[in-house]
């Protein structure tokens, strides 16, 4: 069990998936929100994009931060060979996106960042992803049904296409879902007690 | 997505974690149970002994079984070395296989069988789980918590030792929650259609 003594933990993130993923881990915490450019420079690649990313969200609470906080942000990205997925733009580009990770490998990575007013310590995990052969038939009845614009490379593992369409990953299953709770367990515990 | 025709298909587990997964699937079933003696031969290993209840769960039904009844059973073991770790019968007991399982990799092994009137086709799929260090404190307050008495090797990957306690896996995540949906929606439409 962790002991946040003297900090209190705040989720900087809008995502429902990972408020219900801290939520499992029975660590108290509030959500505070706020909008943060998320480009990032063309140079970077794989797990520095979302180290990047996560780091400079967590950034953005600096002007802010009081001595007893201790805000968490994350952002995950998908990787396929050398390039990012991002959320799709309209239900062709979900079936689009999906198509091409059937019957491959990507890999999914969670940058997370940890700060307080004098410290900031970010990571990352990476999880693959094997998607089998799915078909197009049931790509169009996933986007239609679950409508994944919110999801980076447009599907959610804990979803239908997760349950018919991934054949084995090698990482953690939570990263996939936007949080890695064990790294992040130890990684928290690391931080309060160095 | 599946076309059952000409079947009904039934689910014979008590299971809640299958039935769900099962629905999760968007395949119509109903469920039907019947108590079976679980024992097997000290002969049988590893994925032979998952296969095994699979099959003899299935046919636990042909007595009975409709020509338009399609029948799925299913068992998960836990592995780990040489031996399976059955349901924990103790807190105590509960402790101590967790207590095992930390800082180790074991696999986690489900037999499925789906059987109609004349016909039984079983297949197995195996994750491989490796847990980080987990304190005894933890392991104490999870199973306090969460009483994993109905759970083979005492833990539900789904529950906080999964969260806090399994640094990856190789493999279907579902399967470790007792049913592999993917596998199974391949080897359905196969059997459906051969």
């Not at 940058?111 to 995990?125: I, K, N, Y």
Request: charged share 30%; proline share 4%; no cysteine.
């Amino acid at each position: 069990m962790i002991d946040l003594d003297p900090y209190k933990l705040i989720l900087a993130s809008k995502s429902p998936r990972r408020h219900e993923l801290l939520k499992g881990l029975e660590i108290p915490f509030e959500v505070r929100t706020k909008d943060t450019d998320e480009s990032f420079s063309e140079k970077l690649q794989h797990a520095e994009i979302a180290e990047f990313l996560a780091r400079i969200k967590g950034e953005a609470f600096l002007s802010e931060i009081k001595p007893d906080e201790l805000i968490v942000t994350a952002d995950t990205i998908v990787w396929l060979g050398d390039r990012v997925f991002n959320k799709p733009q309209s239900a062709v580009e979900a079936v689009e996106m999906i198509h091409t990770l059937s019957g491959r490998m990507h890999e999914v990575i969670t940058g997370v960042s940890l700060l307080t007013a004098d410290r900031q310590h970010v990571f990352h995990d990476t999880t693959k992803v094997y998607f089998g052969e799915v078909d197009r038939e049931d790509i169009a009845h996933y986007v239609e049904r679950f409508k994944p614009f919110d999801k980076a490379g447009a599907y959610g593992i804990q979803e239908w296409i997760g349950y018919v369409g991934i054949e084995r990953i090698e990482g953690s299953f939570y990263n996939v879902m936007g949080f890695p709770t064990q790294k992040f367990y130890i990684e928290l515990q690391k931080f309060l007690k160095p």
